[in-house]
């Protein structure tokens, strides 16, 4: 369980296509209420020294609100304070435990331990909140519990299964928190069990799996096993619709927030795909992005954009009035 302008909340189920209930079922609501999206910090710039990015794709928050950037493009995972203020840092380009070859995505479990998507290396590694190696799993292929570049992972906070974007494999593949193999599904093609460009994954507090296709530009969702639920969400430039989605991020309460990096915007929607708000557009202030492609969510209601055009990372509040 990877704000500058004002929008309406609702509920309703536009551009959704319901097959397989829900895990729980979530009566629809009959109230609105106004949001307002609050910009809070800003950290970052470009280069390889600390503090710096080359490409950071995604971030995970931990219990003390400790920020975890996975910094793609310099083979690193740097950890940073709630302000940004620089902690400390590991990784190194390379095969072996500790380092990376082109890290997309991270997670942390109930334990505090983080768990970072080594994409080039077809491997996921798990470590301790100070940097320390503690195991790992995957290797390439086309078998299960192989990979074949993927693109990012989730953790259910229910469980702690860990739910991989299989990319290269056209396929999710779902494993227990020891990285053991449960179960997999799908494969190229634009059915509903099928995936085209999947490109970024995450899983609400129910247990549902929401699955972005950067081909169609469509978000799939399924429910704990793999049954299908329902899709939403189209190619344009309009509401509701993105020109080039790079990540989803679901938050505690299970609302979807997507980035696309060519609109240079994020837009939040409700967990049937009705969008509740949107912000950004291009420019070099809070509140604006280059080219952002890496969201995430905490669990005291701050958003988090990576912009890899300014190479820095922007912290969001969403306010109720």
């Not at 793609?72 to 902690?87: A, D, L, P, W």
Request: hydrophobic content about 35%; aromatic content about 14%; charged content about 15%.
């Amino acid at each position: 369980m990877k704000k500058i302008f004002s929008g309406l909340l609702f509920i309703g189920l536009l551009f959704s296509i319901s097959c397989v209930p829900p895990d729980i079922y979530e009566p629809e609501a009959t109230f609105s209420l106004t949001e307002t999206v609050v910009f809070y910090a800003m950290f970052g710039f470009p280069g390889s020294m600390a503090g710096q990015f080359s490409s950071p794709l995604d971030a995970a928050v931990d219990a003390d609100g400790n920020i975890y950037v996975v910094d793609f493009s310099n083979n690193r995972v740097q950890k940073f304070n709630h302000r940004g203020k620089f902690i400390t840092q590991w990784g190194g380009a390379g095969t072996g435990n500790g380092q990376f070859n082109s890290p997309r995505s991270i997670s942390i479990d109930n334990n505090g331990n983080l768990w970072v998507l080594d994409t080039g290396n077809d491997r996921i590694q798990k470590f301790n909140s100070n940097g320390k190696f503690l195991k790992e799993f995957g290797e390439f292929g086309s078998g299960n519990g192989q990979f074949n570049n993927p693109f990012d992972f989730a953790i259910d906070p229910n469980n702690g299964n860990i739910i991989v974007a299989d990319s290269g494999n056209s396929r999710i593949q779902v494993f227990n928190s020891k990285g053991q193999f449960i179960r997999t599904w799908g494969k190229s093609g634009s059915g509903n069990y099928q995936f085209d460009g999947l490109c970024s994954i995450d899983v609400d507090h129910l247990g549902n799996i929401f699955a972005l296709n950067a081909g169609p530009r469509i978000v799939k969702v399924y429910n704990s096993k793999g049954q299908f639920i329902r899709k939403w969400g189209q190619h344009g430039t309009g509401d509701m619709e993105w020109q080039d989605p790079f990540r989803l991020t679901v938050d505690p309460s299970g609302y979807v927030y997507v980035c696309d990096h060519s609109l240079s915007r994020v837009q939040k929607f409700s967990p049937t795909g009705d969008l509740i708000l949107k912000w950004g557009e291009m420019g070099g202030a809070s509140g604006q992005f280059l080219s952002p492609r890496g969201i995430a969510s905490d669990n005291h209601g701050k958003i988090y954009v990576l912009d890899c055009g300014w190479m820095n990372v922007q912290i969001f509040e969403i306010k109720l009035q």
